[in-house]
């Protein structure tokens, strides 16, 4: 596709609610990230996907959060039983490797509302 | 522990003025250093990216200073434009994760550039 794309744009739950939030890569695109983005802390990287595999998890903030890739394309971010400190702009980049490997192109994100 | 200190948090600047923007880094595995610009309501986008092996990269308006003994670099927006007006963040990553190639980037905390007429 054109660019990175995530569903929905915004999102408004209540506490204790499970949300799911898509993120469709550039075609192609063997790399996915997930990244959050909020007030207090800014930009931090929350899980990487290489093809279907996800062999850095470590900036998921705890059990409640998941996610998984299909088909090496489209990834899910599941959060279970949000709480309201989970408000906040979910972002997700996807990449090629190759010679510019490292430039990570991101989506518009997701903005969480936890009533 | 905040691994990419970013400053200043927000910046006024005349048109046609330069917008310098200084961040710090504590890891010295990071070897890609890379800027975004991201607009209200869009998601970052690259702007200009330096690695440690060169001083200095520039591309049009935008130029990139790396000081790799201080752990420093910068960002210098020349002939500062309305446009310009955003939040840009600074940004570093290292070399991935057991081969598997993860360039996860850890962000600075950003500074909200605006650029007055």
């Known amino acids: 596709g054109a660019g990175v794309s995530q569903s929905p744009s915004n999102k408004v739950t209540e506490k204790g609610k499970d949300v799911e939030l898509r993120c469709d890569p550039i075609?192609?695109?063997?790399?996915l990230y997930w990244y959050r983005q909020s007030l207090g802390q800014g930009l931090e990287f929350l899980i990487y996907f290489q093809g279907n595999s996800a062999p850095d998890k470590s900036g998921l903030p705890s059990d409640r959060f998941s996610a998984e890739r299909t088909g090496g394309s489209v990834s899910t971010l599941t959060i279970q039983r949000t709480q309201q400190e989970d408000s906040a702009v979910y972002l997700c980049a996807s990449s090629q490797p190759g010679a510019l490997r490292d430039t990570q192109y991101f989506g518009p994100g997701t903005r969480l509302t936890v009533l | 522990q905040q691994q990419v200190k970013q400053s200043p948090q927000s910046l006024i600047v005349q048109k046609g003025g330069i917008s310098i923007i200084n961040c710090a880094y504590e890891n010295t595995a990071f070897d890609y250093f890379p800027w975004y610009q991201q607009f209200p309501g869009k998601g970052p986008a690259l702007l200009i990216a330096?690695?440690?092996?060169?001083s200095e990269k520039k591309e049009g308006r935008f130029t990139i200073s790396f000081n790799k003994s201080a752990k420093q670099f910068s960002l210098h927006i020349m002939d500062s434009q309305p446009g310009d007006s955003a939040t840009y963040f600074c940004?570093?990553?290292?070399?991935?994760?057991?081969?598997?190639?993860?360039?996860?980037?850890?962000f600075g905390k950003g500074t909200k550039l605006s650029v007055i007429p």
């Open positions: 940004a570093a990553s290292k070399k991935g994760y057991s081969g598997a190639g993860s360039y996860q980037l850890t």
């Open positions: 330096i690695r440690p092996d060169v």
């Open positions: 075609s192609g695109h063997t790399a």
